[in-house]
């Protein structure tokens, strides 16, 4: 399958893109548009972009084909040898995952907008790129000049690629391999800055997956590429590929000032899944199939301990403090413990159900977090083996072993063999871990508390500073100088007054709400509140009982005071740091 994309007309946005496709002598084949991408594991129904799909033979007639679902095709080919599809895909839409084309930069990822042939993934594909004589390429997939060459249509698909004449690029090397960081958009990169914080997590990453004499086994890839868009306004977005990843922030002006935590969040997290999930992967998507959905209940594996790895490999390399990841850990407890979803469906459910409601908030009380839950059970998990090996294992051997066993052996794994291999490591049983907190919505509570005394410390709740959402359980959005109800803590005193998700809050016990929302709220600490809201153009009044409750309390992490040496030696080989120099006793 060979494939040719046009940069025409950029103000259309409209990509221009030729496939030819051999039919091998076949009478008819059935052509797919990928029906989503990996990294993002929901429907994206791509081609929904396409207009003017049509198909000719060699010598340029028509071939007769018809739509045989929402994106393939069947085509009659007993007359031809080779099909020439032609197309345009509209690509306006840019974050991480997409395709762009603007009068600066034609930003393509293949996976989007590539019609192909199931029994040809498997073979050689060429894309070659007609572009201005001035534009740069990014890319990680081989090429040459303008003509990108995969040894399979899933390499070319997983190759997003940046052609542009404003970029801004520089290199480091860490055990021989190179990484690329790759720059557009209007940003003054403080290469001096990113460049020595990068090669600290990134050797940190490497020195993980090694043997037992601390040889490294090897990076998935020969050379690794980040590709971060800059924006003029707020974004944050990654996708992972197994040897690059697409990175989309904002605001420009702060990417390396106030927003550099997480610009160095979402890099360390990124490159982590080029192991975790683009490596080693759930058997269901062993191989993908771009043409539907695969289906997995292991997001908490793939998503999970990437999420709590990225950021703890920041600190463990000494990029950020161990009092910055104790914030972050701290933000996992307070949005799981804030999320009432937890008691209807559990993280593998939710897994699951990426494919049906995506990664959006959705219905209220509902779901969880792959990333949020799946992190902390990471954390469990870890800690569970550390203890139960006596600190001769870690959440690294685990990760190591399903590298060497399964993805370099080019096979997926599943649930069993996940924990399998952590029983391996801990010589603890899992049963009742996977039935209670993976399988299950038992309370995280014990769990936590358990995990965190293995490295000296404990979970301590503070009452919530914010008046709306300590005394009457409700969580408000702010838009435009407007204040509506975003979520509600149950038999809390908003929950019994019949608010509901969505009601805008026009005034407190009659003082009208502008931009002053906080201090209408403390002047009313004392009183009874009576609060009049907008529902669906209605205006009402509502009472909200005085329940002498504290709602969504704030959760810190505390130290021990005396934790014992195995604690103290678990906290060292976890973090990198002394247990006794890490904090200062605060209760």
């Not at 409209?14 to 929901?42: H, N, V």
Request: contains cysteine; negative net charge.
């Amino acid at each position: 399958m060979d494939y040719k994309i046009s940069y025409l007309h950029p103000s259309k946005q409209y990509l221009t893109i030729e496939a030819q496709i051999k039919t091998g002598g076949a009478k008819s084949i059935e052509l797919f548009f990928p029906a989503w991408r990996p990294g993002r594991y929901e429907l994206g129904n791509f081609a929904k972009n396409v207009k003017g799909f049509s198909i000719s033979n060699q010598q340029g007639h028509s071939v007769n084909f018809q739509k045989s679902s929402k994106n393939s095709w069947l085509v009659d080919c007993a007359s031809t040898d080779l099909l020439k599809i032609s197309y345009f895909y509209y690509a306006n839409e840019l974050n991480a995952g997409s395709s762009f084309i603007d009068d600066l930069q034609l930003y393509v990822n293949p996976i989007n907008c590539l019609v192909y042939d199931k029994n040809q993934v498997d073979e050689q594909c060429t894309l070659t790129l007609d572009i201005p004589s001035d534009f740069q390429l990014a890319c990680a997939a081989p090429h040459k000049k303008n003509v990108i060459s995969c040894e399979t249509y899933h390499r070319l698909v997983d190759s997003p690629f940046i052609a542009s004449a404003n970029l801004q690029h520089q290199t480091y090397t860490i055990f021989g391999i190179k990484f690329h960081l790759w720059f557009q958009g209007k940003v003054t990169v403080d290469w001096d800055k990113i460049i020595p914080d990068f090669q600290k997590f990134t050797k940190s990453q490497i020195e993980k997956y090694s043997d037992r004499r601390k040889k490294i086994l090897g990076f998935p890839a020969k050379e690794y590429h980040f590709f971060y868009q800059i924006m003029p306004m707020k974004a944050y977005h990654g996708v992972e590929h197994l040897d690059s990843t697409v990175i989309m922030l904002g605001p420009s002006e702060v990417v390396f000032t106030d927003s550099y935590d997480d610009f160095l969040g979402i890099s360390s997290h990124e490159l982590y899944h080029a192991w975790n999930i683009k490596s080693i992967r759930p058997a269901e998507m062993y191989p993908y199939d771009y043409s539907k959905e695969n289906y997995s209940q292991l997001g908490y594996v793939a998503e999970g301990v990437t999420t709590y790895l990225g950021d703890l490999f920041l600190a463990e390399s000494k990029v950020k403090t161990f009092e910055w990841y104790k914030l972050e850990l701290e933000k996992l407890l307070q949005k799981h413990f804030d999320n009432f979803g937890r008691f209807n469906y559990s993280v593998a459910e939710s897994s699951w159900d990426t494919w049906l409601d995506g990664y959006s908030k959705g219905t209220p009380g509902r779901k969880v977090s792959i990333y949020n839950e799946g992190a902390l059970l990471a954390f469990a998990t870890d800690m569970i083996i550390r203890k139960g090996s006596l600190n001769k294992a870690s959440i690294h051997s685990v990760m190591n072993y399903l590298y060497v066993n399964f993805a370099q052996k080019n096979k997926g794994y599943t649930q069993a063999d996940y924990f399998d291999a952590c029983e391996k490591f801990s010589g603890v049983n899992f049963d009742s871990f996977i039935k209670n907190y993976v399988h299950g919505t038992n309370p995280y509570e014990s769990m936590l508390v358990t995990a965190l005394e293995t490295i000296g410390f404990f979970i301590q709740t503070e009452d919530n500073p914010i008046h709306s959402e300590r005394v009457l359980g409700i969580k408000i959005n702010e838009i435009s100088d407007e204040f509506f109800v975003q979520d509600l803590f149950p038999g809390s005193s908003g929950e019994l007054a019949q608010l509901s998700i969505g009601d805008q809050l026009i005034a407190i016990n009659g003082d009208p709400i502008t931009n002053n929302i906080s201090e209408v709220f403390e002047k009313h600490i004392e009183t009874d509140i009576t609060l009049k809201i907008k529902r669906m153009g209605r205006e009402l009044e509502l009472i909200c009982p005085n329940t002498n409750r504290n709602t969504y309390p704030i959760y810190k992490i505390e130290k021990e005071k005396i934790p014992s040496k195995l604690y103290k030696s678990i906290f060292k080989s976890w973090i990198g740091l002394q247990w006794d120099k890490c904090l200062v006793q605060t209760t």
